[in-house]
């Protein structure tokens, strides 16, 4: 039979698409099967909506037509409905699948309609050609969905205003809205979406392990993924019957940070359930707390911020050194608690006085008692405050005019600030030390003549500035 509408632009005629072969005499008439006839009634239907205009129901009609009975007429008549809702670059498409898949069906004239009415549509559509960044963004242009391979090619687009949105994880989306004139090809298009996250690129020893970022499950043995940048994240690899694994990290903006998480005791472990990998994300388990008992050996480099007995800093030389031990528990992540007990030693030989007196003198401590220790949660690096508080006891003595000794107790006040790191089980720490020794006793010990000097030199404190140098062992987790 010929086809439906001798012109594209004519009103698709009341026919039924797929031919029918004329019986001859030698064979009995058959009738027509069910497929063909539920595509005639989808025919009807089309070319009646059609004609009230219609148009979305009508392509529905006949692309059920075409479906169930592929034919000619049909197909120009999807052409016909696609052109009427103005979706030109299908109706193109349809076009030209008509002619590749039923040109021999077509009449000379019917294919010159046909060829006629294709570049009457060609110059209703344009082509765009995207350029994307990153190029796993989501694409979606007038709402609809873009695999990679489709906006990688050039895409042909109806003429007029069409939205187009780019998005990714730990990008900025973009939203545009492109006008496209008739015949325009390969209109380049770039989209450079700005990056405002990090990324971590997690993969584990483990295909069953699940992955949490910051306590919130994410996948199974490998995940990447965006993160707030410059800040502290925690990561934990997990799964039952296995010690997790747990890291603290950063990542700058646009960074990716790779980790590879290694769980450990794995062939003694149970294996997992072979279902579980198709089960939901367990929650992750608590966050490991770094807790335990450590102790530190300590080496303290000070400076006597003033001098006993009139002696300045520029006539007496010397420093103040201390060595001691740190015994302690740590009770949670940022907060631990340890005895001290230091001794140190000062010694000024070849110190005068203001007048010309010489004023030699040593001077030995030892400090015990509580610290309070305060620290950020880094698993290697971390800052740590050390609040410190007790007694001291001294031992002062002079020679070369004085030769007395004075001993006694004071009270002290130590504060120290420190950059603590660890690997696996060791520690340490190196900073800086503010420490005040009370001087009382010492001056109530001396003679008259010698504690009217020192009263008026010293007065009740005897401060000290330096560094510290501490190093030791924990019982503590051992860090990744």
């Not at 296995?242 to 940070?257: A, N, R, S």
Request: some cysteine; proline content about 6%; overall charge negative.
């Amino acid at each position: 039979m010929p086809v439906a509408c001798s012109a594209f632009g004519a009103v698709p005629a009341l026919a039924q698409e797929a031919a029918e072969t004329k019986p001859t005499a030698a064979d009995a008439p058959t009738a027509p099967d069910q497929p063909t006839l539920d595509a005639r009634r989808h025919f009807k239907s089309g070319t009646k909506l059609y004609r009230d205009g219609n148009y979305g129901g009508a392509l529905a009609e006949f692309e059920e037509a075409y479906r169930l009975k592929p034919g000619a007429g049909s197909l120009q008549n999807v052409a016909l409905s696609q052109k009427g809702l103005f979706r030109y670059a299908e109706a193109a498409a349809t076009l030209e699948q008509l002619l590749t898949q039923h040109g021999a069906e077509l009449s000379e004239g019917e294919r010159k309609a046909v060829n006629d009415a294709l570049a009457e549509l060609k110059g209703l559509v344009a082509s765009v050609k995207l350029r994307v960044v990153p190029e796993h963004a989501r694409v979606l242009l007038d709402g609809k969905s873009l695999t990679p391979n489709e906006w990688a090619a050039a895409l042909v687009l109806n003429v007029g205003e069409h939205t187009l949105t780019v998005d990714a994880p730990g990008y900025n989306p973009e939203r545009r809205l492109l006008r496209v004139a008739g015949g325009q090809r390969e209109l380049p298009v770039d989209v450079a979406l700005r990056c405002v996250a990090g990324f971590v690129d997690v993969t584990s020893n483990d295909p069953t392990a699940n992955i949490a970022i910051d306590g919130l499950p994410k996948a199974r043995r490998a995940y990447k993924g965006p993160v707030e940048p410059n800040t502290d994240h925690l990561l934990q690899v997990y799964r039952e019957g296995v010690e997790p694994f747990e890291q603290t990290f950063q990542v700058g903006v646009c960074k990716t940070l790779n980790i590879k998480a290694q769980l450990e005791g794995l062939d003694s472990a149970l294996p997992a359930d072979a279902d579980e990998t198709d089960a939901s994300l367990p929650d992750a388990p608590p966050r490991r707390v770094q807790k335990g008992f450590f102790g530190l050996l300590s080496l303290d480099l000070l400076g006597l911020s003033q001098q006993p007995l009139n002696v300045t800093k520029a006539q007496s030389g010397g420093g103040f050194g201390a060595l001691g031990v740190r015994v302690g528990y740590r009770l949670s992540n940022p907060v631990a608690l340890a005895l001290r007990l230091d001794a140190g030693a000062l010694q000024a030989e070849g110190a005068l006085d203001a007048e010309g007196q010489p004023r030699d003198y040593s001077l030995t401590s030892i400090h015990f008692g509580p610290d309070l220790k305060l620290m950020t949660t880094g698993e290697r690096l971390r800052f740590v405050a050390t609040i410190g508080a007790g007694v001291v006891h001294h031992r002062l003595a002079v020679s070369k005019g004085f030769d007395e000794e004075v001993r006694g107790l004071d009270p002290y006040f130590s504060l120290e600030v420190a950059l603590g790191f660890n690997y696996r089980q060791f520690l340490g720490e190196l900073g800086l030390i503010a420490l005040i020794d009370g001087s009382t006793a010492l001056q109530k010990g001396f003679s008259e003549q010698s504690n009217q000097a020192l009263t008026r030199d010293l007065g009740t404190t005897l401060p000290m500035v330096g560094i510290g140098l501490r190093g030791g062992f924990s019982q503590w987790r051992p860090a990744r």
